[in-house]
């Protein structure tokens, strides 16, 4: 695919160089967890080279609308991703299939194609891991640095019906990672009844 390894090398420069340091969720690190996540649905489907190379697009610039800011990052993450597609010669309808991706992961996500229901589940696979407790520590230090102070009793409870909530898409995801996800919930509800917050 013409113009991927320059694009791959323009988005990791963008996401290592201007993404603000206060993100310790949405970083750089983030990004590579669902890029690793989204290669092993890659080889575990065997997912052809082209929409291979979509995916990968897709799993690293989901989240550069963070170098702008949270609101809508989305959005704003489509339209640096067409700016950036559009500089490397990428035709219009792989555009369009990255801004797919990108918008799948919105929460509440509502993935269309197949290729949306993986890069939702990579950007969600913590939620089934046995590193979910971590990375929730690092989006609460996140949302408490910009401006968002909350609780940790408060935060439990929003975990709680956050991962309620959640639906994951994937055979994958639905066998191994919902039964942690499960345990999660019960493990935090615990929490908040027995006040050890």
């Known amino acids: 695919m ?33 890029l690793n996540v989204a290669n092993k649905y890659i080889k575990r489907l065997k997912v052809d080279s ?11 610039l989901h989240d550069i609308g963070f170098i702008i800011g949270r609101e809508n990052h989305e959005e704003k993450g489509v339209v640096i991703a067409k700016e950036l597609m559009t500089k490397h010669g990428f035709s219009k309808e792989d555009i369009n299939i990255i801004k797919g991706l990108i918008m799948a992961t919105k ?15 990579s950007d969600l696979d913590y939620l089934g891991r046995r590193d979910f407790y971590f990375k929730g520590d690092q989006l609460l230090k996140e949302l408490n640095v910009q401006g968002t102070p909350i609780a940790v009793d408060e935060w439990y409870k929003i975990q709680i ?37």
Do not use: W
């Not at 082209?50 to 690293?60: D, E, I, N, S």
């Not at 929460?107 to 269309?112: G, I, M, T």
């Not at 991962?163 to 019960?186: C, D, G, M, N, V």
């Open 161 to 197: 019906s956050f991962l309620e909530s959640h639906t994951y898409h994937t055979e994958f995801a639905k066998r191994f990672r919902q039964p942690k996800k499960e345990q999660r919930i019960q493990e935090l509800k615990e929490k908040v009844k027995s006040g050890n917050c």
């Open 50 to 60: 082209y929409h291979a190379k979509l995916l990968r697009m897709g799993a690293m």
């Open 107 to 121: 929460v509440p996500q509502s993935p269309k194609t197949k290729l949306e229901q993986i890069i939702c589940d």
């Open 2 to 34: 013409k113009g991927y390894l320059k694009l791959r090398k323009d988005v990791l420069h963008i996401l290592n160089t201007e993404l603000p340091e206060a993100l310790c969720y949405h970083n750089i690190i983030h990004t590579l967890d669902v």
